[in-house]
């Protein structure tokens, strides 16, 4: 199955990189670019793209503005530099799916698509600690559902959302198959009112489900 795959940055260079970055990948179509938020939208909701490779800063529109609006056209992974600041927090709020540093290598770009497109969620490595923990202390809970409404395996399968894993990492941990795992983070999502596994990792965070 073919990833389409939408590129949003202001900046023609960069952006061409990703193009063909993305371009060259197996598997990875690239449905179409655009070089602000507000034509990212227009694209979205005309191409249908799986994933849109979102800048945070942008004219017209920027990313968070555009990410907010994509909610259920597809699934935005954010790039931009890691300096924590309310771009980044606010991009995830808006139900980013993913989170990865402009520096980052090819093959690191490729593998975040293609997780982000199998409903994994993906935050650059190294930073996922540091994100989630300076994350989770600029606001209250985002979930606007009782984690008392939770299973108690939809609780534990929460916990390993706070900790990172990946729904194989998390059936291996909890013995069960991973569509089961599937089926149990899109439950937890509902139940809770969040947007992204992203998000129910920050929860988990911030509610001291898990230490990681």
């Given at each position: 199955m073919t990833i389409?795959?939408?590129v949003a940055d202001d900046q023609a260079a960069v952006r061409a990189g990703l193009v063909l970055i993305l371009g060259s990948a197996r598997g990875i179509e690239v449905a179409g670019e655009a070089a602000d938020g507000r034509e990212a939208v227009a694209m979205a909701r005309e191409l249908?793209?799986?994933v849109v490779v979102m800048d945070?800063?942008?004219p017209r529109l920027d990313g968070i503005a555009a990410t907010r609006e994509l909610a259920g056209v597809a699934d935005v992974l954010v790039l931009t530099t890691?300096?924590?600041d309310e771009y980044v927090?606010?991009?995830?709020?808006?139900?980013?799916?993913?989170?990865?540093l402009k520096d980052t290598d090819a093959n690191r770009l490729v593998e975040a698509v293609r997780l982000v497109a199998a409903g994994e969620g993906f935050i650059a490595p190294g930073v996922?600690?540091?994100l989630i923990s300076a994350f989770a202390a600029t606001r209250p809970p985002a979930a606007t559902g009782p984690v008392a409404g939770l299973?108690?395996?939809?609780r534990d399968v929460l916990a390993c959302l706070g900790e990172g894993l990946s729904n194989q990492e998390i059936a291996a941990r909890l013995a069960m198959a991973e569509t089961t795992t599937k089926t149990h983070v899109s439950r937890i999502l509902a139940k809770l009112g969040l947007r992204s596994r992203v998000q129910a990792a920050i929860y988990a965070q911030e509610i001291g489900l898990t230490s990681a």
């Open positions: 389409r795959v939408l249908r793209p799986d945070v800063r942008m890691f300096d924590l927090f606010g991009a995830l709020r808006a139900g980013a799916a993913g989170f990865l996922t600690r540091r299973t108690p395996r939809e």
